[in-house]
């Protein structure tokens, strides 16, 4: 399918992929990205953003990411809405199967993300961005004089309770057990805290609010008792952990014990010469779309330089 062939193939639509593309198109090499199934990535389950750079007046996730597409298809990039199935890394070109077709290239970027892990109820679904939210940094400074709830236990969920205090006047931290798994250090920073109080062995049963709205309470039920009460409460922040998206990667690519893509220290190349990695799936640390922008950018000019030395060497050989 020499139709279906590319000089470098980017999966994942979100800052590091489009990033990836605009560096890769302006650099002549007419990339192809695959949108995955969650086009535009974790951006577009939010509302405003206020802390990407170049927006003083904040912008809409949705909008950036349709920023970010028209910027990189503006120089040439070509963008199809497939999903990935599996992949065969053991030789090039390496041979992408998704739903619509095999795609083949002799250069891969991985940007596939991650996905934040959510508890699962529909009234969760419904209220996402608007009042829901699994992202501290990105929605604290609308909860500003506001009572909020933080669901979890870990550091993550430790991490988000104490940001959140910046803004809200009081945050309760709701957990299905009566321990912490977070670190010693980040449950002393929360214990000493006097804005963050806990409701232990307890679990949502169901958020209320509307759109209009916003949350006004939620459904607590006391896992030992059984009890369910109401409680107010005007925002929860869900922060049960995140989940990168490698399951097609299992066994074709080093990957971490925690599931995260394993890139060389400071830099984005996978353990696959000509695979590369970059944004969320390969940082469980900062997580932040400007990062993700960030390692796009290394990915694709490392492509760019990897596929240069490949042509040079070829020169020198015949
Ligand atoms: P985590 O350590 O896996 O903790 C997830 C928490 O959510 C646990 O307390 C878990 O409860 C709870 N949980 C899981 N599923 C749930 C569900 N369906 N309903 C209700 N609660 C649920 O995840 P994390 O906090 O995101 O941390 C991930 C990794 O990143 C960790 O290694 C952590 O140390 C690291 N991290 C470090 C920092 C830092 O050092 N600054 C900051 C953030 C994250 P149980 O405890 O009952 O399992």
Redesign the pocket.
Known sequence: MADNHHKVLIIGSGPAGWTAAIYAARANLSPLVIQGTQPGGQLTITTDVENFPGFPEGIMGPELMEKFQAQAERFGTRVVYDTVNEVDLSKRPFRIMADEGVYTADTLIVATGASA?W?GLESEQKLMGHGVSSCATCDGAFFRGKEVIV???????M?EANFLTRFCSKVVVV???DS????KI?QERAFANPKIEFIWDS?IEEIIGAKETGVTSVKLKNLKTGEVKGFATQGVFV????KPNTDIFEGKLELHP?GYLKVTPGGVSTNVKGVFGCGDVMD?HYRQAITAAGTGCMAAMDAEKFLEAEEAALATSV
């Not at 669901?151 to 969920?157: E, F, K, L, N, R």
């Not at 912490?180 to 670190?183: D, E, P, Q, V």
């Not at 922060?239 to 995140?242: F, L, P, S, V």
């Open positions: 892990k508890i669901v979890g236990g870990g550091d993550t969920a991490e957990h299905r057990r912490l798994r977070a670190s980040m679990a922060a049960i952990g995140h925690n469980h």
